[in-house]
């Protein structure tokens, strides 16, 4: 098929039958001389697919510079990591659709993280077909059934179909050529379970992409992100200065910091850029490099719904712990000194390998910085006779044993299999209990020593565990979804025991 034939195509819909549609398929992504270095695909999307301009008209799609740049360099499994407003949505859409209408038995899915956002992406794909030339879409691509979020192709024997992430059955019973997951870093509910899902109904040779902005360095996109070297999946980074639009009021080179001018020399920014970013950060503040990625790690480590401040977690260092035991779940930063006191304060779990971790956090009373952690999966036996040795070794250290849900069955060891003399108690009783009153309290303590004291911190888990450590809708604080808080909540105890014991002090 030669140019001309492809300009009859876009231009009249003069080779609308199915032969030259099942033509068209087999050739998308090759890259004929005659198209100087375009695709057949980004040829066809420039021809025949209109989107909705900024002013409210349609204009055709022409692809900009991220979107050339995925085209260029995708594979079968794509992840896409991005600034915000790059366009990848509407070009998933667009070289989906054409996939779809070019290729018979083509079943496309494309999964957004709302339904009124699914709602959205449907509408551009309607806005596609609704301006194709006339005779391909009374012809060859009259749908038969055009719902919200489905439009079928019965001569074809194809169909696009628009799926919320929220829908409980997503992809359930389907065989998906080609899937798009969008903005999965804020899919809500289990996003790990509605993916695994999806990708069972994806054919071995169908085409995956799985694309968001950044949200936290936590949950099922971030893990998508760090596996996908191992796992084959190819990654694209498009940082804010692909978009050409993103320019603002040009500034002096003069005013130049030495950050602005590291990125104009090793990216070629211009000074209109320079202010674009500098009226970005004025406006998002700590959120700019997650709203706005610049690279493809800090972007991650920012996030709206973060409890503890980011700007003070950004600062933070862990320090390399001066031993590691037992596998490296025990790792100890300063060792017992005589004539000081410790605190070990434990968060419990239940144990195996596919529970959660139990932490036990050692902190000087002093002072309040942190001397070891362990984290490891443990039964209540195991963890009870673990950190009874840890608090021995740290001379004699009052052990804290959270007594909520797990607590109880340590705290039962210690007078069995493990006794141990200084148990803490509260009001009477072995153990601390954890309350939604001194949650918040103790939440708010640890928060205000991060910003106030970060050099009494020491741990990559603990301060990992910080960055995750969210928000949610229901005003309750917890671990983002896929990520662990037990680091914190250990800390966070043993901070409030210490200022309990400080103020006892005081008053005497």
Known sequence: MNERIWRDFARSGSVADLTELRAMGRILDTRPASLWGRTVLVFLAESLLRIRTRDG?????CANGAQLHYEKSRGQKNIVLKARQMGMTTWLAGRFFLKTITTPGTMTVMVAQTREAAEGIFRI??????????????????????????????????????????????????????????????????AVETLAGLRAALSPAGELVMESTPNGAYGCFYDEWQRADANGTVKHFMPWWMERQYAA????????????????????????????????????????????????????????DCVFDIDALEKLAAREPMEQRSNKTLQVWYPPLAGKQYLVAVDPAGGGSAGDWSTAQVIEVSTGMQCAELQAKLNPRELAVAVVALAKEYMQALLIIERNNHGVGVLAFLETAAPYAR???????????????????????????????????????????????????????????????????????????????VEKVRRQ
């Open 125 to 190: 794909v309607q806005r596609f077909h609704e301006n194709l030339p006339e005779q391909l879409r009374d012809g060859a691509l009259k749908t038969e059934r055009d719902n919200i979020g489905q439009m079928t192709f019965t001569q074809l024997d194809s169909e696009f179909r628009v799926l919320s992430a929220g829908d409980a059955n997503a992809g359930r019973g389907l065989t998906i050529q080609n899937l798009h997951c969008s903005e999965v870093a804020r899919w809500q509910g289990n």
């Open 57 to 61: 008209g349609t204009a055709a799609l």
């Open 249 to 304: 009021a040009e500034v002096l080179e003069s005013s130049l910091s030495e950050a602005e001018r590291g990125l104009c020399r090793r990216h070629g920014l211009t000074l209109k850029q320079i202010g674009f970013r500098r009226v970005i950060a004025e406006n998002y503040r700590s959120l700019a490099g997650q709203e706005y990625a610049e690279d493809a790690e800090s972007c991650f480590l920012a996030s709206g």
């Open 423 to 501: 148990v803490y108690e509260q009001h009477g009783l072995p153990g601390w209990l954890t309350t939604a009153v001194s949650r918040t309290e103790m939440i708010g303590r640890l928060g205000a020593l991060l910003v106030e004291r970060p050099e009494l911190f020491s741990s990559r888990r603990l301060l990992a565990e910080c960055r995750t450590f969210v928000r949610l809708q229901n005003g309750r604080c917890e671990a983002a979804a896929g990520a662990h808080d037990d680091c914190v909540m250990a800390m966070a105890i043993a901070q409030a025991v210490r200022a309990e014991r």
